[in-house]
């Protein structure tokens, strides 16, 4: 397989190539929005400069500079470059280009293998890599915009440093829009209004914004937001209801539930429905919100969010969505409390660890004339017919000591929980 660099592109130029190719930076120093990487003290830096290159994982999101990075390191790495995306190779290939740097090797050059999407490849194709990364014959650079901790090999993972690209910023996405304007003498036609929405839609990927700009030099008038609507297509969020994004997202909502925070919870939930979350989904965490974070603080939330998944299911969207944020600003501005959680959690654990104990006798049922001879029910009294409503008799296994599993807060209805347990205990010891 033949070289990257010892293939024909089309000039710098030339109109047949997309403008975000003809402005790939050239060195470390032409990479925006990955300091952290490139910079003076950044690891990619000190490991090209001193001659230290080892196998790398690059993760980011799209746009973000992976495969430009990747291009600047082989070349200023002096190692012979191949260059394969996982979505088209398989086993074959991959053995093909470790013979061919097995060769290389004996005759001590180093290949330097680029693997785009390297997510994409399974377990089997990934172990493939292991014998070749570890000896040395090759140095691996993959890219991915999957979390590697889940879409690569432990093994793999463990013969490689993971480095993490940032989306890049407004002031990135500026830089490069900038640079695209002195290579074609002339400014976007859009307003500042119009630029900032561009740089907007870009969503923190440089590749796009560039080809945004690329539609836009030709145009003659100069643009406002609602122009540049008409001439560009919008890009569609960055999300995927199975990676790593849904479970990012879904999680931003659940804590800004769980921090009393209404406007940030109604962002992540607005984030999701135009990234194309499933509302039904939504509804479920909803519910687990209601009974896990918020409980007996506010007994209205379970019932709430019951109502508004109900609510969703007759009407479907976008009206039910209405309800599914009517609920969620109610969970958001709800007492917290996991006082039944806990409780749950802890009581579990005493039924796991207590084995088989029988209940105290005088609450077991007695219908047959020899279990009231052995004494099942004797002694039961029946709470509503106290004077307070309530006789203080034992219910745990003879012998066991009393837990106290639920220890409700000091806020909303719990309150009043606690004034109720503290003034039957009160009865439970006078008794």
Known sequence: ???????????????????????RPETLDDVVGQD??????????????????????????????????ARIVARESGLHFEQISAIFSGVADLKKIFDSAKMRRSNGRVTLLFVDEIHRFNKSQQDAFLPVVEDGTIRLIGATTENPSFEINGALLSRCQVFVLQRLDDRAIETLLARAEARAGKSLPLTAEARAALKAMADGDGRYALSMAEQLFPQGDILDPAGLMRHVQRRAPLYDKADEGHYNLISALHKSVRGSDVDA??????????GGE????????????AVEDIGLAEPQAFLQTMAAWEAYERMGSPEGELALAQALVFLATAPKSNAAYKAYGAARKAARESG?????????????????????????????????????????????????FYRPVERGFEREIRKRLDYWEKLRREK
Request: hydrophobic share 35%; aromatic share 10%; with cysteine.
């Open 278 to 289: 499933d509302p039904r989904y939504i509804a479920r965490r909803l519910t687990r919100m």
């Open 1 to 23: 397989m033949p070289s990257l660099f010892d293939s024909q592109p089309a000039p710098e130029d030339s109109p047949a190539r997309p403008l975000p190719d003809r402005m």
């Open 356 to 404: 088989s104990l029988m209940p105290p006798a005088h609450i077991l049922n007695a219908p047959t004339k020899l279990m009231k001879d052995i004494g099942y029910g004797a002694g039961y009294v029946y709470d509503p017919d106290t004077a307070e409503g309530f006789s203080g008799q034992n219910y745990f296994p003879d012998g066991m000591t009393r837990p106290e």
């Open 265 to 274: 919870a109604l962002y992540w939930f607005c984030r999701m429905l135009e």
């Open 36 to 69: 952290h990487l490139t910079g003076p003290d950044g690891p990619l830096r000190r490991m090209i400069e001193g001659a230290a290159l080892s196998s790398m994982i690059l993760w980011g999101p799209p746009g973000c500079g992976k495969t430009t990075l």
